[in-house]
């Protein structure tokens, strides 16, 4: 750990600065300046190519490929020298412009067309793409495919314990049983149908002017189809283009995320404090790690501190999504700037949720099923029998047997034995009586069976 990360007020890019280097270069002051030096760029592209727009001819192969090479190889020097200018312009994205100018004018053939840079661009028209952008590939390059990896586990947890059958419990208290792995199997489904709505968000963006219109862009070149122009553009950016904006795209987009994601999280936290409680239980084993310590003073301890700092993070996650999503559609009158602080710090939101997901990831890969254990606490509830015995009951008229089984059952210790003496004595057919003699609380399970091992089925 450097100097810098032991002085960063961050945690994100202090003591967990090695965890998130690839958000980093994406959703940091560096990587919004790169994102918005790729839209500058794409925009003259653009307007190079657009016939219509006589002012800027077609650019030749040599220059396209120098303009590339800014983009492809910007790097942190580059963006300290648009930093500098900043300096002056008080102005960032003005800043991204003068140094665009200014390394437009290393190649003779393109000095004369330096002003066509953020050509008829407000701000925003770069900044609500750079960050659909960064939003964009911090999903699908850091963020869901962490998911996967949780998902892969989960899935694979719940088929390889599909048969381990398990004490439920509702309210804290014995309830009937259901298998390990089926209980992986829900959170992999409520996981599963999150993440789809994560990926059905649209990520939108516009370039339309001070206010949406196109005014400057109609004043100087009325013949050109700006809006059709503007489409084009952002959909070869990759996004959705939103033809109806203020001065601003109107960060519906990031609601919508901001809420899959907060999903995400609500599912991964429930997920978290069950196997916490399940470690506690002693359900989960967890595996040592040679030289690690689990207490300052207590030499026995193995805490299970991954998924507490899960749980942990995915709370600071969730506080700052919530009000990204609440703050953030919200704009007055055609704009101001309240959102513009508020947004860069959508990459802390990420990271956190990168560093709640890669500690559930690792505490995943400590914990081992006990097997024994999860099998003497089903021996010690056979109270939860008394559920099959009184359904099986109304089905043969058997009066108040609700009733019957709450007087035997409720609050007081029942052996198998005690159990079996009240199944024998009901006046049920002997097919019955004898199928429920047979039950015992680790074969009282349902379909759970099935319903882990066909996870994949619901995709």
Do not use: C
């Given at each position: 750990?450097?100097?810098?990360?032991?002085?960063?007020?961050?945690?994100?890019?202090?003591?967990?600065?090695?965890?998130l280097a690839g958000l980093r270069w994406l959703a940091s002051e560096a990587?919004?300046?790169?994102?918005?030096?790729?839209?500058?760029?794409?925009?003259?592209?653009?307007?190079?190519?657009?016939?219509?727009f006589t002012a800027l001819p077609e650019l030749s192969r040599e220059d396209g490929q120098f303009l590339d090479r800014l983009v492809e190889e910007f790097g942190e020097v580059d963006a300290a020298a648009v930093k500098a200018i900043e300096k002056t312009t008080n102005h960032d994205v003005k800043a991204v412009e003068y140094w665009l100018k200014e390394r437009l004018t290393e190649r003779?053939?393109?000095?004369?067309?330096?002003?066509f840079v953020h050509f008829a661009c407000t701000s925003e028209d770069i900044n609500n793409l750079a960050w659909a952008l960064i939003i964009?590939?911090?999903v699908i390059e850091e963020l869901d495919p962490l998911l996967a990896q949780i998902d892969k586990r989960?899935?694979?947890?719940?088929?390889?314990?599909?048969?381990?059958?398990m004490l439920s419990r509702t309210h804290g208290q014995t309830a009937s049983p259901t298998t390990l792995g089926k209980e992986m199997a829900n959170v992999v489904f409520r996981l599963r149908r999150q993440r789809r709505a994560l990926d059905q968000v649209e990520v939108t963006g516009k370039i339309n002017g001070a206010?949406?219109?196109?005014?400057?862009?109609?004043?100087?070149c009325p013949d050109v189809d700006w809006p059709a122009l503007a489409r084009d553009f952002v959909e070869d950016l990759g996004l959705v283009w939103n033809p109806y904006t203020t001065q601003i795209e109107p960060h519906d987009m990031i609601a919508e995320a901001a809420h899959a994601l907060m999903r995400i999280n609500t599912v991964l936290l429930d997920f978290a404090r069950d196997a916490w409680g399940y470690v506690s239980w002693g359900y989960f084993r967890q595996k040592l790690v040679e030289g690690e310590v689990g207490s300052s003073t207590m030499p026995h301890k193995v805490n299970p501190i991954d998924f507490e700092n899960g749980e942990g993070?995915?709370?600071?996650?969730?506080?700052?999504?919530?009000?990204?999503?609440?703050?953030?559609?919200?704009?007055?009158?055609q704009r101001d700037l309240t959102d513009s602080t508020v947004q860069r710090s959508l990459g802390s939101a990420f990271g956190y949720c990168s560093l709640a997901w890669q500690s559930i990831l690792k505490g995943l890969d400590r914990i081992a099923p006990n097997e024994q254990r999860l099998a003497e606490d089903l021996e010690r509830a056979w109270e939860v029998l008394a559920e099959a015995v009184q359904t099986v009951m109304r089905l043969h008229g058997v009066p108040e047997p609700y009733?019957?089984?709450?007087?035997?059952?409720?609050?007081?210790?029942?052996?198998?034995?005690?159990?079996r003496q009240f199944i024998a004595e009901l006046d049920i057919s002997e097919a019955d009586r004898d199928r429920l003699l047979e039950l015992t609380p680790s074969t009282y399970i349902g379909n759970a069976i099935q319903m882990a091992r066909d996870i994949d089925r619901y995709v």
């Open positions: 750990m450097d100097t810098h990360a032991l002085t960063a007020l961050s945690p994100l890019d202090g003591r967990y600065a090695q965890k990587g919004l300046i790169r994102h918005r030096v790729r839209v500058e760029v794409a925009w003259f592209k653009a307007l190079a190519d657009e016939a219509a003779e053939s393109l000095k004369p067309y330096t002003e964009k590939h911090s989960l899935a694979a947890m719940a088929k390889d314990t599909a048969q381990m059958p206010v949406g219109n196109f005014n400057a862009h109609m004043a100087a993070n995915l709370g600071l996650a969730n506080a700052l999504l919530d009000h990204l999503a609440g703050k953030l559609p919200v704009s007055r009158f009733e019957k089984l709450k007087a035997l059952t409720r609050g007081r210790g029942i052996d198998r034995e005690s159990i």
